[in-house]
């Protein structure tokens, strides 16, 4: 069986995908991944799937511009020019 | 004491080096990764207990006549072949973890390899489980049953019999050289002894 | 930004892999770029493993404990990157198994220098130096190979390869601080190792010609990565005393290395399988391999 291998670096940092070994059970799979994966420290935590467990998921259709979600979908740079020349201008 | 510390050292030692010798050439290149690490952490608890028992650990782990040696014949078989060095290293682990218990009390260094011998331990139960069925192991740790009590004290083999599962016999004691002990000694010092007073390793 | 769609067709994804883009392993990829990358990173990890056994030899001799440690980390870490390397080949389609049957039936390929025997302790240090230097340049201009992968496993083997120049390089140091007869077989092992660094690297054919470069396998041709190597270390080895024995080399007002041709007809007979090494270390793994298979067969059954 092929066990994905996830590797936290340091404590609350996001584990990130580091390799993969095969094994017949996880507890090969944790003896393999903890030396390949940990000798010297490198790892503060690994997690452990099966690559079937895993669903996979990619491609997002973006047709009609969905900009408004993101930042880049606003540009606001002219508009608060013009604001900060109105208020400058504007009498108190 | 003394004795048994250097014992204690000397079949860290031995069977360090012995089981380095499958770095590179394992059955799987994972276990090969994960056993290497264990003749490496063996190795690492021989110099720990060396640096108490002198002031030279490399004088005390090289510079010594074959003879001079305390390790049991267990760790001393050249035994190339997966199924034995497997029963080795279960057999091993379950009379070390026996003999350190009894030491932790007085001996601090003792505690701290226990704690990394752990990982040894479920190492060794991980593939024993997973060979017991098999008649290579079977016979392995039959061959190598008497040289597993020579590892502790005779007061500690039935406790080691109990664990094991199979009946007390005769031990090969500590203190018996091996025969293939004195080429693995030859080849350990042979860079160390190439050299006169002044070098440098 | 909708997902970037990977090219199927050869002549767009070729564009898209040279402007930089990256191919993982379920994406679309033409037939010989498939097959051009199992060639590349299988022989990669032939070498990591057929790299093990000159070392390996020297493992039983290590004449301190600290070096016993330190050169068995050093092979146990060349293994790794041979696991890491092999399911990157695996899950492009050609089994472990198989991989490893072709490399002992001599069907493949492995690194010119690991051909060679180590004939003394000299010989451990200027492989874990220099070899290893020559290695971690060719390494680190595979972190940005068009298959991602391979790339990514590339970090973590470059950071190993780091390890293992300093323990060579402090193995070095030792031996030449330390009596006459050291300095000498520092030096000797040097004068025999030369050839096949220059070898290393192999032809200088023009990156543009080089179809891993092409297919942006790598992102280096094989003379910039000599040039490389000869700027980052003839000034190393020749700040310790040590000899370069090429009484050509020298560095250009411009900063170019000229040197004595390698010898390439050396390289490609050596390459082929016809090294002084090649069959002892063949038969020594073919050895392993057939002994040990009933533990494969035993423990990885399901």
Known sequence: ???????????????????????????????????????????????????????????????????????????????????????SSRPR | ????????????????????????????????????????????????????????????????????????????????????????????????????????????????????????????????????????????????WPYALGVVLPEQRGELAARVGIDEVDAVERGTLDPSFRALHEEMTMVRRSAPAGARW | MAAVEIPQDEQAFLEYVQAGGQVETTDWMPDDYRAKLIKFIEMHGNSELMGVLPEREWILRAPTLQ????????????????????RVVEDLGKPRERCLADLVDGKAKFHNVFHYPTKTWGDVGVIAWLVDAAAIISQKALLKCSYAPYARIMKKICWEESFHILHGRDVILAMVTGTREQFELVQEALDRWWGPLMQFHGNPIPREEDPMFIWRIKSQGNEEARQQFLEGYVPQIREL???????????????????????????????????????????????????????RDAVLAA
């Open chain 3, 67 to 86: 070096r016993k440690l330190a050169l068995t980390a050093k092979v146990q870490d060349e293994v790794g990157h041979a696991q890491l390397i092999y």
């Open chain 2, 1 to 144: 004491m003394n004795e048994l510390l250097l014992g204690l050292a000397d079949d860290e030692l031995v069977i360090g080096w012995r089981d380095s010798e499958w770095t590179g050439i394992a059955p799987m290149l994972e276990e090969d990764v994960a056993f290497s690490s264990i003749a490496q952490n063996e190795i690492g608890h021989a110099r720990a207990v060396y640096e108490l028992l002198a002031a030279d650990a490399d004088a005390l782990a090289f510079d010594r006549s074959p003879t001079e040696y305390r390790c049991a014949p267990l760790v001393q078989l050249h035994l190339l072949e997966w199924a034995r060095t497997i029963a080795r290293r279960w057999l091993y682990e379950v009379a070390d973890e026996i003999r350190i218990a009894a030491l932790m009390a007085e001996v601090p260094v003792a505690a701290k390899i226990n704690r990394e011998e752990t990982y040894h331990r479920m190492h060794a139960e991980m593939w024993h489980e997973r060979l017991r069925d098999e008649p290579r192991f079977r016979s392995a740790v039959t061959e190598l």
């Open chain 1, 1 to 87: 069986m092929i066990y994905e291998i996830f590797r936290q670096e340091r404590k609350g940092q996001a584990f990130e995908h580091a390799g993969s070994v095969v094994a017949p059970n996880a507890e090969f799979a944790e003896a393999w991944a903890r030396e390949q994966y940990g000798r010297r420290g490198e790892s503060a935590a690994l997690w452990l799937v099966p690559r079937d467990a895993i669903h996979d998921v990619e491609g997002w259709a973006d047709e009609f511009d969905l900009k408004y979600r993101r930042v880049d979908g606003y540009s606001i740079k002219a508009r608060l020019k013009e604001a900060r020349e109105r208020a």
């Open chain 3, 241 to 295: 005393g040590l000899t370069v024995p090429d009484p050509n080399l020298r560095r250009t007002d411009e900063g170019v290395w000229k040197y004595t041709e390698p010898d390439w007809n050396e390289l490609k007979h050596v390459v082929t399988g016809h090294g002084p090494r090649t069959e002892e270390r063949l038969a020594f793994r073919r050895r392993f391999l057939d002994q040990e298979r009933w533990v």
